[in-house]
């Protein structure tokens, strides 16, 4: 194929220091899935990035279960792992399932087993920052009298509660993902998401970023796109894969992420949604259904010394 553009990366918010790392692999000549996986990476061990990786905050029993995504948009391979523990980088253990496990997903304990099998490096993704996020959480909702090593004060606390409420309650301000894309020198583009999730989400919760689909898609024919915010709205919509048939059906990508937005909309349920998305020809944009938030990315092409802030769109209602 011939080149189309110049090879760029972009990422959402929290990557703009980070996007370094993958334009060098393009520099190089690198391929769009190893720019993605070297700058998710970089993402992974900011400690004080509480969304992702190292620092993640944890769930309600206070263990970091992790999701992430790749996708190939010249193959259509994906790998994907949900609820992973104990592993460093969860963006490389599914760049190991797309590259060498039948499968497309891989969650909890097979997922560690997996990564053990490609020998994944293992690790302790806490920081003081995590412990401290869910010490204060455990000390606010429950007696610590109360609390064991059965995990029976979680069985207590979650029957006290009205599930649904409580997680429309969850603190915004410890939501992230980190959703990264790229196109290379032969005009093939791949895209990655990583993160520890909803804060304090119920254990065995996957969110929309190991579902493809959902929170990541990719085809070269027509662009990716992927999402942050709560991950139950994007798995509900399909949003990514539907960014994408927005597309195919002859949007441009802004109006195809303006529709989607409109679509999270519909759903009258809590919490927001953003989404990342790019075409084939490298357009990009970002947009959020937060009506407070400006919806911010970053974008770095081979010959810039440094990534650009870019804005993309608020969807309203
Ligand atoms: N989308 C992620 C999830 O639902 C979290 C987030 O981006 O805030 O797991």
Redesign the pocket.
């Known amino acids: 194929m011939s080149i189309m553009v110049k090879p760029f990366i972009i990422g959402t918010r929290n990557s703009g220091d980070y996007l370094h790392g993958g334009a060098k692999v393009l520099r190089e000549g690198g391929s769009a899935l190893d720019a993605i996986e070297a700058a998710t990476r970089l993402v992974e061990m900011n400690p004080n990035d509480t969304?992702v990786g190292l620092g993640g905050i944890p769930n309600i029993l206070g263990v970091q279960e992790m999701?992430a995504s790749m996708m190939c948009g010249k193959t259509m391979a994906a790998g994907t792992v949900g609820a992973l523990k104990g592993f460093i980088h969860p963006i490389s253990v599914a760049r190991k399932v797309l590259d060498h496990a039948p499968h497309v997903i891989l969650v909890g304990e097979g997922a560690e087993l997996f990564a053990r099998v490609m020998n994944c490096e293992e690790g302790d993704l806490s920081t003081d920052m995590s412990r401290k996020v869910y010490d204060t959480f455990v000390r606010d909702a429950f007696d610590h009298d109360e609390i064991d090593e059965s995990q029976q004060w979680v069985v207590n606390y979650a029957k006290s509660q009205n599930l649904r409420e409580w997680y429309d309650r969850l603190a915004d301000e410890h939501?992230?993902?980190v959703n990264i894309m790229a196109m290379d020198e032969n005009g093939d583009i791949a895209s990655a998401v990583s993160?520890s999730?909803?804060a304090l989400k119920f254990p065995g919760r996957l969110?929309?970023?190991p579902i493809i689909g959902a929170?990541n898609y990719c085809d070269n024919r027509y662009g990716a796109a992927a999402?942050?915010?709560?991950?139950e709205l994007a798995i509900r919509n399909s949003t990514a894969r539907t960014i994408i048939h927005y597309m195919e059906d002859g949007l441009s990508v802004k109006e195809a992420a303006f529709r989607a937005m409109k679509d999270i909309h519909e759903l009258k349920s809590f919490g927001g949604m953003n989404c990342i998305a790019m075409d084939a020809k490298g357009n990009t944009i970002s947009a959020t259904t937060n009506p407070d938030r400006e919806s911010v990315y970053y974008y770095m092409d081979v010959d810039m010394k440094e990534s650009e802030k870019r804005i993309g769109i608020t969807v309203s209602e």
């Open positions: 969304s999701d939501h992230g993902t993160t999730g909803t969110g929309d970023s929170g999402c942050t915010g709560r991950g």
